[in-house]
């Protein structure tokens, strides 16, 4: 082998070599497929990760936010309930005082009534002298019907007279026992001791109204405290909400941005050129699959004489003074006893007037008292009706009380609870915006790969 050989062998060996090399480094710097595609794949899950734990994250804050609700609407509840107790224990004292005044009113009726009504029991005479003198005229007027048994004008006027008559002493005995009654009921309806037991039932209830509506008051201004830290514990929770959106922002963000390198990427397996404006196109709208808003809640008389006119003028026969019957002569037969008949007819008819005139005095009497009695039973029943309702409104602003307590409980556990569940939001969400982070690089790392 000649000298001149050996150096084109030598040749020959260093090309190959450099050839070979060059090739190699070039292969260096190609990426690998299964490097992309292990990248790929590790964004992928990264992305699944960040979006099971924003996921996870958002049901956390969804129960806090819940139990923050209830306790907010149970609250609102409380406030309208006070509300209507404050309306009530208002229309409550109103009420009372009209009960007193009414009290007090029907105390002076009662005492005009019971004064007239003792005045006429010592004043009016009790008619029995009026009976006896109507029945003896009545008696003797059947006397001289059966001395003339064929005068049929007397026969007549005697039935009318034992008709009326008989009617007259029915509505006096009558109106005399419902006065008797009435007495009886004044003394026992209308006593001192009722008006007293009254008096003091409405100062006892004006009373326990002042007491109910301290403590009404004292109940409103907790539930105005424990409003503002129901707001404060939903503010706290809304900020949390609000950096969970934030998150899933962002989360939305780098899912596009690797949506479009994703996309490069299969360009790049298939050999062909990745178009941008392609890949917009075909991008699905990933904010309105991952972006999802759900925002946390947060009573003298009139004279006798003149009802007695009124009496004769209306319902008794009026006989000439001077004895001359010339107009109703015609209608009977003159045996000389007919100015006697005529002047017994007067007195019963004087005797019927009498007793309907006592009859009436009497039954206005009667019926002053039953008003003044039904007025002390009104004021009676509206006491105690007053009464049940103050102790009724009591026991709701008791139960009121209950209920506040046990809400100040809730609240106090929640706001306590508060602290721990920011650290862990805090802790969810570094360790989430560590996810977006590495998943954010790596999308960044495989755009430069398949650029080059």
Known sequence: MTKTSIYSLIHCILTGAVVTLSANAVRAQVPSLGEMRELRVSCLESFNAAQSRLDDLREFVSQQANRQRGVAERLSKLEKDAAEDKVRLVNL????ADNKTR??????????????????GKVLPNGEAWVTDGSAALAEMRRLVMASPDNEWRRERTR????????AMGGWRAARREFDQAGFDLELRTSPNSFKRLGDQNKAMAGELTTITSQLAIHSKTLSSHRKESDRWAEALQKLNTREQGARTRLADNLVKFHLV????????????ADKNDAYAALPDLREQLIMDRPLAGSAREGLEPLLKKYLDNGAPRFPRDGRLSSIQPLMRNDGNEAAFLELLARISLAEARLKFLADLWQQETGEVRKVVQQVNDCENETAKITDDVARVAMDVESLRRFVDGQQQSLAAGLESLELIEKR???DF???????????????TLEKRLEK
């Not at 004292?93 to 009372?96: C, L």
């Not at 007090?104 to 009504?117: G, N, P, Q, W």
Request: charged share 30%; hydrophobic share 35%; net charge negative.
């Open 262 to 273: 994703d996309l490069k990427f299969a360009a790049w397996r298939l050999g062909q050129p």
């Open 93 to 96: 004292e109103q009420s009372r």
């Open 430 to 444: 570094d360790a989430i915006n560590r996810i977006l982070d590495d998943t954010a690089s790596r999308t960044a």
């Open 103 to 120: 009290l007090d009113r029907t105390a002076t009726a009662v005492e005009r009534a019971t004064s007239s009504y003792r005045t006429a």
């Open 425 to 427: 939001f805090a802790s």
């Open 160 to 167: 009318e007279a034992e008709q009326k008559f008989g009617e």
